[in-house]
């Protein structure tokens, strides 16, 4: 690790990074030097992680009936529509859980299934009540399913279960000790959920849900087949190497790949052989040669019936047309991420591909559902890792267009139309928004916003919507002002290792907003619990923490306090009956003494030194590949040496002290802006000097003109 500090004493962390990774990453990937010098820096050097930058199909997301119950959930669903039985929905209150109550609604109205919708109003708890279970029980519902809730329940969904009723989970919180009696549980965070990703928001998981109800109206619904492709092996006519796949609904179910001596194949102890003797459709590409290559392993005396595939890849993905599977193999993108036997895992690709997208519900129209799914993500703060990094970029891409009608206006009024978005635009011009309505109470404006057609009514609960969200925000800056004073006193009290904020009685709907001021105010607290008594007999409260404190796993410790809790890593909640209040802070301030808070570094880690022959427009490539930055993926941070100042420019108020550069790098001329230059008196640069710049690099658009500029994070003169 290089560590250089400027005049300013800022620090620059640039991490080394072995050659020989960056080699292979560029080989096998097939991408630039800059971009595998970013990866292995970064700790991005396998298969597994790397394709999910690179690539961006819907053929790279993990199938939903990788979920244990998922059939199980899907058979109960086909069985509420063909009995006619009515469906409640019970959703939460923030942008996650309106997003996801609307997926949800849509879909199975669209089935023609009677659908109920319920999200807490007012000061009602987070998560399934004993009021809400009645009030489903009341309207006639014979199913209940619950979007970005339920995995805490017990006793509600018990209840359920005693009057008849079955309830489907659909949730991405931890659990607590104990799972729901639930008829089928779908969270990525169960452990024995069988899903290889557990950082799916809840409109996540609810679009996977959604995705297997409309597979199992597809022919490919309970199918099971072995793929299959044989070769001779390396010896001179006397083996042969056969790979197999098989998979149920998609599934990969097993995989086998043997070396056969031709002709004296061990039929009784070869894994293989029992494969393909299961009576399962065997899929090749280019039956003939498949047979061929499989008698001279087996011999002729063998029966072996294949079906051939190439029509149906041809007509779904032209370019398979006189293409044999080694050519095929040599031209996949996907053959860069197998771990060897690129052959069978381009023949997977291949199919999957071509069943997804031959059915537009899987696939075109499936896109549709990704801006909600963006919108839930990002706002839920979820790690821009694995395929969230595909279901996000999707998502922005149909915000972009406008598909969904009852957005546009809002888009509009916030100013998100007419240009690429971002993950930053999403997250502080449109989320907050959604969640205004429901941390004023009244979740119901937004969800009905989300599912009407009607143009009338859209416009009316747009501006609904956007008062609330000025009326939020005012709100939440006066409760700030309030508690400001509490907040450092208590951050004191606790040694600099919390904060504790009791704040009276406002609505339970903002403290999360100031829990997360107060982590923004007090970068160095690792968390913040804020706590709100609306009414008498109950406290509600808001808990967010920076990385190194797990809110769910840090509420579980006091969980014998409180009427209900739950979260997950970067945020949680509870309510507490008031009479256990001081026995809970007691608790706290226990706990919190005995935590080893390690102080995170405030330098700037660089993730690559880029030269002047890199300052061109493959910097601007470089920077999309990465797209789209957020939670877990922060913007590409540069480090260049020797840009020379062609031009100062103050930019508005002087006392703010903005400026902006026009820098000369080669032949190029980068405008750069750099925010409080002037704000102290150490000011000294003149047009001509020579500069190191640790930057950003951004595009502007405005008036529908892209432009790209730097975003300068530190300047110093140049040692060259």
């Not at 279960?161 to 089928?184: F, S, W, Y």
Request: glycine residues 8%; charged residues 25%.
């Amino acid at each position: 690790m290089v560590s250089l500090r400027n005049r300013r004493s800022m620090e620059y962390i640039l991490q080394r990074t072995a050659p020989d990774v960056v080699r292979r990453i560029c080989e096998k990937y097939r991408v630039d030097f800059l971009s595998a010098n970013i990866f292995a820096r970064r700790g991005i050097c396998e298969a597994g992680e790397i394709k999910y930058y690179l690539e961006g199909g819907l053929n790279l997301l993990h199938s939903p009936f990788l979920f244990h119950d998922m059939e199980e959930a899907v058979e109960r669903v086909l069985l509420a529509q063909e009995e006619g039985q009515v469906v409640a929905i019970y959703g939460d209150r923030d942008a996650d859980g309106i997003t996801s109550t609307a997926l949800l609604a849509q879909e199975l109205r669209g089935m023609g299934i009677d659908v109920r919708t319920h999200l807490p109003e007012g000061d009602e708890p987070y998560g399934l009540s004993m009021k809400a279970v009645e009030t489903i029980a009341d309207e006639g519902a014979r199913l209940v399913i619950t979007v970005d809730n339920g995995i805490t329940c017990i006793d509600e969904i018990d209840e359920l279960n005693r009057r008849g009723i079955d309830t489907i989970v659909l949730d991405h919180h931890l659990a607590g000790q104990k799972l729901p009696d639930a008829l089928a549980t779908i969270d990525p965070k169960v452990a024995s959920s069988g899903y290889p990703f557990e950082h799916l928001a809840g409109c996540a998981v609810t679009a996977k849900f959604i995705w297997a109800l409309r597979f199992a109206m597809t022919p490919l619904y309970k199918s099971h087949v072995i793929l299959l492709h044989a070769e001779p092996g390396p010896g001179e006519d006397t083996t042969t190497i056969v790979q197999a796949v098989e998979l149920y609904n998609l599934v990969e179910v097993s995989r086998i790949v043997e070396e056969l001596p031709n002709r004296s194949v061990d039929f009784e102890g070869s894994r293989l052989v029992r494969t393909l003797m299961k009576n399962i459709p065997i899929l090749v590409l280019d039956g003939e040669s498949e047979l061929r290559q499989l008698r001279a392993a087996f011999g002729r005396s063998v029966d072996i019936s294949l079906v051939d595939i190439r029509g149906e890849l041809e007509s779904v993905i032209p370019r398979v047309k006189g293409r044999n599977i080694f050519t095929l193999t040599t031209e996949s993108r996907m053959a860069m991420y197998a771990d060897g036997h690129e052959e069978i895992e381009t023949l997977l690709s291949l199919f999957i591909s071509c069943c997804i997208y031959r059915h537009p519900s899987l696939s075109r129209d499936y896109l549709k559902l990704m801006d909600l799914v963006a919108i839930g993500t990002i706002a839920d703060m979820m790690p821009l890792v694995d395929e969230n990094r595909i279901l996000v970029r999707l998502g922005l891409k149909e915000l972009e267009k406008g598909s969904r009608s009852s957005l546009v206006q809002l888009m509009s009024a916030q100013n998100l139309v007419g240009h690429p978005l971002s993950v930053h635009d999403v997250g502080w011009y449109l989320s907050p928004v959604i969640n205004a309505s429901g941390r004023l109470g009244c979740p119901s404006v937004a969800l009905d916003l989300l599912l009407s057609d009607d143009a009338r009514t859209m416009y009316e609960l747009t501006n609904r919507l956007i008062e609330l969200n000025r009326q939020r925000q005012k709100m939440g800056e006066d409760a700030w002002e309030k508690a400001k004073w509490s907040a450092k006193d208590s951050l004191e009290s606790y040694g600099s290792k919390f904060i504790l904020l009791d704040t009276g009685s406002i609505p339970r709907g903002l403290t999360g907003s100031l829990a997360t001021r107060a982590l923004k105010e007090f970068p160095a607290t690792p968390a913040v619990i804020v706590l709100s008594q609306p009414d008498e007999g109950r406290i509600s409260a808001s808990m967010r923490s920076r990385e190194g404190i797990n809110c769910r796993e840090f509420l579980s410790r006091f969980g014998s306090f409180f009427m209900d809790y739950g979260g997950h890593k970067a945020a949680g909640g509870f309510s507490m009956d008031c009479d256990l209040k001081d026995g809970f802070l007691k608790a706290l301030d226990e706990e919190v003494m005995k935590m080893d808070i390690v102080q995170e570094s405030d330098a700037l880690v660089v993730d690559a030194l880029v030269s002047q022959e890199d300052m061109n427009g493959n910097l601007v490539k470089v920077v999309e590949r990465f797209e789209p930055y957020g939670e877990a993926c922060a913007p590409l941070v540069f480090l260049h040496d020797g840009a020379k100042i062609a031009d100062i420019i103050n930019l508005g108020d002087p006392g703010k002290g903005n400026v902006k550069l026009m820098l000369q790098i080669g032949r190029c001329i980068w405008p750069a802006l750099w925010w409080g230059a002037r704000r102290d008196s150490s000011f000294d640069y003149s047009k001509g000097d020579l500069v190191r710049i640790v930057f950003r690099l951004n595009h502007n658009y405005y008036r529908g003109a892209d432009n790209v500029q730097l975003t300068l994070l530190s300047v110093e003169h140049s040692q060259l």
